[in-house]
Antibody, heavy 126, light 108 residues
Framework: QLQLQESGPGLVKPSETLSLTCTVS??????????WGWIRQPPGKGLEWIGS???????YYNPSLKSRVTISVDTSKNQFSLKLSSVTAADTAVYYC??????????????????WGKGTTVTVSS | SYELTQPPSVSVSPGQTARITCSGD??????AYWYQQKSGQAPVLVIY???KRPSGIPERFSGSSSGTMATLTISGAQVEDEADYYC???????????FGGGTKLTVL
């Protein structure tokens, strides 16, 4: 059974870079059927899609975060990572990693999250 | 940027039918997906590709889509269905995911 586990510091100082890693177990991150992604949820608020990555390294980012986000993949470790720079208190959230199932429909290829990690809380504070 | 719009809250009595809507300009061409999130837990997929139900999801959960609106229907809602529900889709490129603002379902 596929499992995803987020890891990284729970506390980050303002203006610094938030770094998280998602470790995939029970399946290969190099599967051609999936992207891998990050989603976050500020306290008491809704879900926000951050971005996605394919095992080849192809990435897509939320336009509102694009200037600060980098997602990378390490197929040898079956891991992918998130870096968010210049963080502020507004970046305080539960961060989830997820597997994104690719749906191939003529003229409408897209993906959706079908397996999620349990999430990790990141607080931005001095 | 692309947006999906949901009502903030829906309330029903146990056994009644709950309907949660999601509107978006790209929905005529893109599938809608629905996630259930209970307090302190990760989201769980309850409907995919507008109307399909993953294994393990009760039959009382169903989905439909027409034009720019997708609908999640819970027929005979149970107290355990109380949760936040989020619709999800992608923009016209299919590369950028988007969530609706979420709907808090109260069953009491």
């Amino acid at each position: 059974q596929l499992q995803l586990q987020e890891s990284g510091p729970g506390l980050v100082k303002p203006s610094e870079t938030l770094s998280l890693t998602c470790t995939v177990s029970g399946g290969s991150i190099s599967s051609s059927s999936y992207y891998w992604g990050w989603i976050r949820q500020p306290p008491g608020k809704g879900l926000e899609w951050i971005g996605s990555i394919y095992y080849s390294g192809s990435t897509y980012y939320n336009p509102s975060l694009k200037s600060r986000v980098t997602i990378s993949v390490d197929t040898s470790k079956n891991q992918f990572s998130l870096k968010l720079s210049s963080v502020t208190a507004a970046d305080t959230a539960v961060y989830y990693c997820a597997r994104l199932h690719i749906v191939v429909v003529p003229a409408a290829i897209h993906y959706y999250m079908d397996v999620w990690g349990k999430g990790t809380t990141v607080t931005v504070s001095s | 940027s692309y947006e999906l719009t949901q009502p903030p809250s829906v309330s029903v009595s146990p056994g009644q039918t709950a309907r949660i809507t999601c509107s978006g300009d790209a929905l005529p061409k893109k599938y809608a997906y629905w996630y259930q999130q209970k307090s302190g837990q990760a989201p769980v997929l309850v409907i995919y590709e507008d109307s399909k139900r993953p294994s393990g999801i009760p039959e009382r959960f169903s989905g439909s889509s027409s034009g720019t609106m997708a609908t999640l229907t819970i027929s005979g809602a149970q107290v355990e269905d109380e949760a936040d529900y989020y619709c999800y889709s992608t923009d016209s490129s299919g590369n950028h995911g988007v969530f609706g603002g979420g709907t808090k379902l109260t069953v009491l």
